[in-house]
């Protein structure tokens, strides 16, 4: 039973690294932009929310309402301000500029708020649990979890279901033809970025509310993005919920095993995985 709780409780973990990795997986999918500073706007979100909740007084999870459309904003302008210039064959600016904005963000937020550590406060919903068939499960972990899933399944209705999830689609495929066909590829970008973030806004709240947390973690929650997304197959969503199922069931195996091994069973995973299936466990298929 010990080992099945493990196995459990890490599938629900894995719904958090799915949450941080989605908004990795759709820019990437649309634009083929790797976004260093993914786990820096992470924290920001959760920085944000921590502000949200202590300024209006409000549960962290109604902070949603502000956190979202800010961190959407915030990704539009970075996206046609700065991130649409560094766009091109070569991924090597993309890469430089945002591991500048990282820099930029940690240093920033390091300022604000100092480097304590901090948690939001969600009340009876941080301890709440249930049990299932002799498993004891938290509601917060069972919430993120269906959260994730609800996120996938939104963004892949956006995706294959609106005229918005077609202009994705088209501009990834070939953005010069789609730019003659009357697509704004730079405000196509744009969109795409301001979804990303506002899925990021959500992953930042659950981190918030699961764990504390100080300006420099934005490197580690960018590494379990970055595996969870590389583990389902770069631009497949649904691929990337399942990454981060096997790197949270990985870690938690890893955790039983030995504390010390919790992290470095997870690497040694996507290793692994990396070393089999180069392109992931279900990469996108080209139609």
């Given at each position: 039973m010990d080992w099945l709780n493990a196995i459990v409780q890490g599938t629900l973990l894995g719904g958090l690294y799915a949450l941080f990795a989605a908004g990795l997986s759709l820019i990437?999918?649309?634009?083929?932009?790797?976004?260093?500073?993914?786990?820096?706007?992470?924290?920001?979100?959760?920085?944000?929310?921590?502000?949200?909740?202590?300024a209006l007084g409000v549960h962290p999870l109604l902070a949603l309402i502000?956190?979202?459309?800010?961190?959407?904003?915030?990704?539009?302008?970075?996206?046609r301000g700065i991130l649409n210039q560094t766009l091109g064959d070569d991924l090597l600016p993309p890469l430089l500029v945002t591991f500048g904005i990282s820099v930029i963000l940690q240093n920033a937020l390091l300022e604000v708020?100092?480097?304590?550590p901090q948690k939001m406060n969600a009340g009876a919903l941080e301890?709440?649990?249930?049990?299932?068939?002799?498993?004891?499960?938290?509601?917060?972990?069972v919430l993120t979890m269906l959260v994730a899933i609800a996120v996938i399944a939104g963004l892949q209705w956006v995706f294959y279901r609106t005229p918005l999830g077609r202009?994705?689609?088209?501009?990834?495929?070939?953005?010069?033809?789609?730019?003659l066909m009357g697509l704004n590829?730079?405000?196509?970008?744009?969109?795409?970025?301001?979804?990303?973030?506002?899925?990021?806004?959500?992953?930042?709240?659950?981190?918030?509310i699961r764990t504390s947390f100080d300006p420099s973690i934005g490197g580690g929650r960018l590494i379990f993005g970055f595996e969870?997304?590389?583990?389902?197959?770069?631009?497949?969503?649904?691929?990337?919920?399942?990454?981060?199922?096997?790197?949270?069931?990985?870690?938690?195996?890893?955790?039983?095993?030995?504390?010390?091994?919790?992290?470095?069973?997870?690497?040694?995973?996507?290793?692994?995985?990396?070393?089999?299936?180069?392109?992931?466990?279900?990469?996108r298929v080209a139609a």
């Open positions: 990437f999918g649309v634009m083929r932009l790797v976004n260093i500073a993914h786990g820096d706007l992470i924290v920001l979100a959760a920085y944000l929310g921590l502000t949200t909740t202590v502000v956190v979202v459309p800010a961190m959407a904003a915030i990704g539009y302008a970075l996206q708020y100092t480097a304590d301890t709440a649990s249930f049990d299932l068939g002799g498993l004891t499960l938290g509601w917060l972990p202009a994705f689609r088209a501009t990834s495929d070939n953005q010069d033809i789609a730019q590829k730079a405000h196509v970008f744009g969109l795409a970025m301001a979804l990303a973030l506002a899925v990021t806004a959500i992953a930042g709240l659950f981190l918030g969870a997304v590389i583990i389902g197959g770069l631009g497949n969503l649904w691929g990337t919920l399942a990454g981060g199922v096997i790197l949270g069931v990985a870690q938690t195996i890893g955790a039983k095993i030995d504390p010390g091994w919790q992290l470095l069973a997870g690497h040694i995973v996507f290793l692994l995985i990396l070393a089999v299936r180069p392109n992931g466990l279900f990469p």
